[in-house]
């Protein structure tokens, strides 16, 4: 068939659009001032490819590629769907003939990189086939051809023309159709190709489409997940989890050391007169014409894949730990700064702006990014955090981070640095049934007196709310009978100091509500209740938020409900209000949000976003009824649409959005307004009109209202800013009219007019 193919230039590969008030959103263009980030982890090497033309290295992870110089060790360039890739989870990559680096990924998208020209190309047949596992598992260069190994057979590509050459070999055999192939290797003019269900081979001058052409061997320990097949020495090698065998073309024979035939093999590969093998814990190699003297070539360690540069030296891929590469005659580990996970399960900024993300997953730990540089909390780096990786959520407050770990309790990291974990051997903090130590908070929020509280997924104390009282201190509330056997997540305080509490998981499911009337020692006058899901046509709450109008916003698999009155809620808990569900206007009617909703998260102008199970994120206006922009993987380079945590910093106006592909970022103007008028900047400035882009006003104090005026002063329009440090203005006049070319005044001022800036704008009429 005939593959589509797209040249696309880098500077407008991903433009997001965003919705101007006004302005009908089918005719805006993108907004190139707003600028997209992406935060993924590259240390976990999988596939190694080498440019042709230099001693640069390509390195393949599943958040993207890394080039790294190998003359000096320096980290050259981060690949992601920012900057080129259709998918972060590289699974392979490969350069060929012409130095074009091919590089295939978990979706089966092919990115084609020309390393010389810095253009790229892209195949997308694979990936809008019907297949159910596309994934790109190998290239194998041979003569004008790359031969593609997918989840359901193999591919034969011209590399001249890019067109595909036959249908897919998907029978190999006696295998099923579209059995997995995992590797391919050419060896005597014939094709082998391993598979999760053994091997396969076919003469290249045979109809590969046939069945009949292809030879099967599947004889433990090659009969299941063969993940290796590479030529040695005139001879085919394949492994697999259980051994490591040969075929001299004539039988298939165990490798003659017993220490690899029954090994679990990793990589393989011919460097020179030296074959090197990676098994479950070690680096080894063999010289050609003698298999048995095995020599270790690195320290123990569990390496994915093994490759060579263009001087026949060895690169190694470690598992999480980047490149391993010999320079100066000294090993060194290469990879890019990044968190130690892909994996953000909860996201949240400090007083600081520093961005802390959790990544619930046994060896993820925390991580910190402080604008440059990201830094990981794990037991190996910290162990003064507890015995477990697993964190879930990061609270911040008070100058404290709680770092809330399911199993091993909560962490906090005071200003002063100093770590402390606090668990039931050290504190009166509970365990669970039958495991008094295993400790499992799974939420927190600061009151409005900077007092820490804290929620419990399970508990063996019959408190599954707790406050902190002071070090090693921490006070627990006793379950009222509606909430006896709760899982208590999510936590958000209002400004009448209600927690306002997740129950998930076991009924009751809902959300739970609790005040103490400011005495913490006296449970007689504690106030509290809850909203059943089932109450609410829902079958499970995700996520609260207290916005800045004292609404408590949540979010459900149905879409999102507000209390707007929760005062009323502890006043009479029996008459609770009815929460309103959120519907956004649409065509001039007000529909019900339906989206399956996992978290919710308010900026500086009190705007509402939405993140979700399967559409990325909903950014709404501040009473939710005005859809302002979506992002999702069609419209934007957000790493994944399921998103598990939103965060917008009031210190630069990004927007951060949580998933378990990584983290992405996108500039907003969403910024805390400045607490004097110093010098308002607009840009662009010249200002070109008519534009769909409108204007940036920056500097402002908090709710400024603005004025545009000639120089002769008149005023041609004045409006109301949205509350922070940026306004925009769209060129229109009073009437509505597009303003005549020229210089203009903005002048900027408080509500009582106490305070005043000013700032110039030059305007070209196209």
């Known amino acids: 068939m005939k593959i589509k193919t797209f040249v696309v230039l880098i500077s407008v590969l991903f433009q997001t659009t965003f919705l101007l008030s006004g302005i009908n959103p089918e005719n805006v263009l993108p907004d190139n001032s707003r600028k997209w980030e992406i935060y993924t982890d590259m240390k976990n090497v999988i596939s190694i490819a080498m440019s042709r033309t230099s001693n640069t290295a390509f390195c393949a992870t599943d958040g993207g590629i890394f080039s790294v110089d190998l003359n000096n060790g320096n980290i050259l360039q981060k690949y992601t769907n920012l900057n080129g890739l259709i998918n972060n989870n590289v699974t392979t990559v490969a350069t060929d003939i012409y130095n074009r680096l091919w590089i295939g990924a978990s979706d089966g998208s092919i990115s084609i990189y020309d390393i010389d020209k810095k253009s790229w190309r892209y195949i997308y047949d694979i990936k809008n086939s019907n297949e159910s596992n596309k994934s790109i598992n190998d290239f194998m260069n041979y003569n004008n051809f790359i031969y593609v190994a997918t989840s359901y057979g193999i591919h034969k590509i011209s590399v001249t023309s890019f067109n595909f050459i036959d249908a897919p070999y998907s029978k190999l055999g006696t295998f099923s159709i579209n059995t997995k192939v995992t590797g391919l290797a050419f060896a005597r003019d014939t094709i082998f190709a391993s598979t999760v269900v053994g091997i396969a081979y076919a003469p290249l001058s045979s109809n590969l489409n046939s069945p009949l052409s292809w030879s099967n061997y599947n004889i433990d320990p090659l009969d299941e997940n063969v993940n290796v097949i590479e030529q040695f020495d005139n001879l085919i090698f394949a492994g697999s989890q259980d051994g490591f065998w040969y075929y001299n073309f004539a039988t298939w024979q165990p490798y003659p050391y017993s220490g690899l035939a029954t090994a679990y093999i990793r990589s393989a590969v011919e460097i020179g007169d030296r074959f090197f093998i990676s098994t479950i814990n070690e680096a080894v190699f063999v010289f050609r014409g003698n298999l048995i003297n095995l020599y270790q070539y690195y320290q123990p360690g569990i390496y994915n894949v093994i490759y060579k540069d263009n001087q026949n030296n060895p690169i190694l891929g470690e598992n999480e730990n980047g490149i391993i590469y010999q320079l100066n005659g000294q090993f060194q580990n290469y990879f890019p700064n990044g968190p130690n996970r892909n994996l953000f399960n909860y996201i949240t900024e400090d007083d600081k702006g520093n961005i802390w993300g959790a990544g619930a997953s046994s060896d993820a730990g925390f991580y910190k990014y402080d604008g440059k540089t990201w830094t990981s909390y794990t037991t190996a780096t910290h162990p003064e955090i507890g015995n477990s990786n697993n964190f879930t959520k990061i609270i911040c407050g008070n100058g404290n981070i709680w770092a809330i770990n399911f199993g091993s309790g909560p962490t906090i990291i005071r200003p002063d640095n100093t770590i402390k974990n606090y668990n039931p051997s050290n504190s009166n903090l509970p365990g669970i049934q039958n495991f008094p130590n295993f400790c499992v908070p799974n939420g927190g929020a600061y009151d409005n007196k900077g007092v820490f509280w804290i929620s419990f997924y399970q508990q063996n104390s019959d408190r599954s709310l707790y406050v902190y009282t002071g070090d090693s201190i921490f006070t627990g509330f006793a379950n009222p009978p509606i909430i006896s056997y709760a899982n208590l997540e999510e936590v958000a305080i209002d400004a009448y100091n209600t927690k306002w509490i997740v129950s998930g998981e076991l009924p009751p499911r809902g959300l739970y509500f609790f005040n103490e009337n400011n005495t913490l020692n006296e449970p007689g006058d504690d106030v509290y209740g809850i909203y059943q899901a089932s109450e609410l046509g829902v079958n499970d709450i995700s996520d609260v938020i207290v916005d800045k109008n004292n609404e408590v916003w949540f979010a459900t698999n149905n879409g999102v409900f507000i209390i707007n009155n929760p005062l009323a809620a502890i006043q009479n808990p029996q008459q609770k209000p009815t929460p309103i569900k959120l519907g956004i206007i649409s065509g001039g009617l007000k529909v019900p949000f339906t989206e399956n909703c996992r978290c919710i998260s308010i900026d500086i102008l009190n705007q509402k976003w939405i993140g979700t199970e399967l559409n990325g994120v909903f950014h709404l206006s501040e009473d939710g009824s005005t859809l302002i922009e979506q992002f999702n993987t069609t419209n934007s380079p957000i790493a994944d649409n399921r998103i598990n945590g939103i965060v917008i910093s009031p210190l630069t106006g990004k927007a951060y959005f949580a998933t378990l592909k990584g983290l992405s970022s996108i500039t907003t103007d969403a910024i805390k307004p400045v607490n004097e008028f110093d010098k308002i900047t607009c840009s662009p400035n010249p200002y070109l009109v008519p534009n769909y882009t409108a204007l ?41 009219n597009i303003v005549s070319s020229g210089i203009y005044i903005v002048v900027a001022f408080n509500k009582d007019g106490s305070k005043v800036g000013k700032g110039k704008i030059a305007v070209v009429r196209k």
């Open 696 to 736: 940036k006003i920056d500097g402002l104090v908090e709710n400024s209202s603005v004025k545009i005026i000639t120089l002769n002063g008149e005023i041609i329009r004045e409006f109301d800013t949205p509350g922070g440090r940026i306004a925009t203005w769209d060129g229109l006049d009073l009437k509505g």
